[in-house]
């Protein structure tokens, strides 16, 4: 099967439910941001620009797992910010599982073998062994990290564990130079492919979260799959970049490029998604078919953004996971005071002028689940798409020239280092520290910027 069983049974169940008792409006996935604090500066996310007055403040784990029963979605994202900061991150998995439901963590990979480790000390013994030795012949753990695993946890909190029930959602924005110069830091692709294979090897299912922008090789997207299909990915989320206010506002402010350089119009969109049905026969694409068609232009739907609504430290965010009008205390109360009919695209034209060039996943795949634009066979075609059979690895995924980048001395920062050793003069050093060279609030661009002018200064002494 492509996707597990007992998976795409519980959804299909509470779809088929909801359908008999003739709700109108439904949850089936909720996105729980606990907090907005990041490790990254994305380019392209506005999320922590938009509530950078709440960065410190997260949602107490009681108030995260009321919100998952009270919307009863079978399947909860946890995201942020970086959820692999909250504080009770692993009592949150815990409590969301013991409720029965899915659960994806959405992550930029960075902190995931920091949990995997601690998930192998908690379950040490002597049978553990041959795998401690695998993942050291494997370089994704040190000698070090072995004698802390041995030693055992002395807590009795509980740890992120494999099951069926949960996937890492690795954010993979393309090969090793892209998704770096996307996040804005070298290395992180990196450190994403360790954090892959060593849940791969642990029992973990992982998916990979991809997000396509204008400049976006449709190529790399492509042999992106073919890489992580290779490294035994479960499946793969992808989705077009939108230009929403929060990521127009930070795209002009924070970075001083235009948006409409960056983000994808609905044509674009249009374009660079004409091939996403040979991808997903190709590959475990996560969505159904009927939204496929949709990205390729060959359909249309309309907006159901409430069944995959948005809680976060503010409330439930309405009217979508993007868009910000409001908050509510309750998700009852924004189903019935948000008038839907003001957003979307309906038979080509805007119902606000925001929703124009939308064309995400979080709005308009599960349009394609609940048959909001029934065409004749489109369930036949969802069950044949989520009960056939999986797509094999693939096989030469290993010949993907996958790290591009910093692993081969051409990270977006490399100019930005050359530079430095040849004691480059400032006003010319700054240019290989722009937007090719990341441009975020890391940091990393100030330090070399004061030791490019230090190294200027030496020069002109000598």
Same mark, same amino acid.
């Given at each position: 099967?492509?996707f ?25 996935v ?11 500066t ?6 922590i ?6 960065l ?33 991150i ?42 401690? +030795? #695998? &993942? *050291?012949?494997?370089?994704?753990? %040190?000698?070090?990290? =072995? ?5 055992? /946890? ?18 993979v924005?393309?090969l ?21 294979k060593? +849940? #791969? &090897? *642990?029992?973990?299912?992982?998916? %990979?979260?991809?997000? =396509? ?5 449709? /190529? ?57 049905e ?43 996971y ?6 509510y ?37 599960p ?34 020239n ?9 990270g ?31 940091g ?7 030791k ?5 200064k ?5």
């Open positions: 099967m492509r597990p069983f007992a998976l795409s049974a519980k959804i299909a169940a509470h779809i088929i439910k909801h359908k008999l008792r003739q709700t109108p409006k439904f949850a089936l909720l996105q729980l941001e606990p907090l907005h604090t990041c490790n990254l994305c380019t392209g996310c506005g999320r620009r938009e509530y950078s007055t709440s410190k403040d997260m949602m107490s784990l009681e108030d995260c797992l009321a919100s998952a029963r009270e919307c009863d979605a079978p399947m909860v994202s946890i995201c942020g910010g970086e959820p692999l900061i909250y504080p009770k692993e009592e949150l998995v815990a409590g969301v599982l013991e409720q029965g439901r899915i659960v994806y963590v959405c992550t930029n990979g960075i902190f995931m073998r920091k949990k995997m480790k601690d998930y192998l000390a908690a379950v040490y013994s002597p049978s553990q062994e041959a795998t401690l +030795a #695998k &993942l *050291l012949a494997e370089k994704l753990i %040190t000698d070090k990290d =072995v004698e802390t695993i041995r030693k055992g /946890r002395t807590d009795n909190r509980p740890v992120i564990r494999p099951t069926k029930w949960m996937y890492w959602n690795v954010h924005d393309g090793e130079y892209t998704h770096d110069l996307i996040v804005e830091r070298e290395g992180v692709f990196k450190e994403c492919v360790a954090a892959i060593m +849940a #791969k &090897l *642990l029992g973990f299912q992982v998916a %990979t979260n991809t997000t =396509v922008y204008r400049e976006t090789n449709v /190529r790399e997207i492509e042999d992106m799959f073919r890489f992580f299909s290779w490294l035994g990915v479960d499946g793969h989320t992808i989705s077009p970049g939108y230009d929403y206010d929060a990521a127009k506002k930070d795209m002009a402010t924070r970075l001083g490029k235009k948006p409409e350089d960056f983000f994808l119009t609905r044509r674009m969109t249009i374009e660079k998604f004409s091939r996403i040979d991808w997903g026969k190709a590959f475990t694409i996560f969505g159904t078919p009927v939204y496929q068609e949709f990205l390729a232009g060959k359909r249309d739907l309309t907006c159901t953004a409430w069944a995959i609504p948005t809680r976060n430290i503010r409330g439930w965010k309405a009217p979508c993007l868009m910000t009008d409001g908050h205390p309750t998700y009852r109360e924004m189903l019935e005071k948000v008038d839907w009919d003001k957003y979307g695209v309906v038979n080509g034209v805007a119902r606000d002028s925001r929703c124009e060039n939308c064309m995400v996943h979080c709005g308009y795949d349009s394609g689940a609940l048959g909001t634009n029934y065409q004749r066979g489109d369930n036949w075609k969802n069950f044949r798409y989520n009960f056939a059979a999986r797509p094999k690895p693939y096989p030469d995924g290993h010949l993907v996958a790290f591009n980048g910093f692993s081969a001395g051409k977006h920062l490399a100019e930005a280092k050359a530079a430095i050793k040849a004691g480059a003069e400032p006003e010319n050093a700054a240019q290989h520290v722009g937007a090719r060279c990341g441009g975020g609030e890391t990393e661009r100030d330090d070399l910027l004061a490019i002018r230090v190294a200027s030496a020069t002109a002494k000598e």
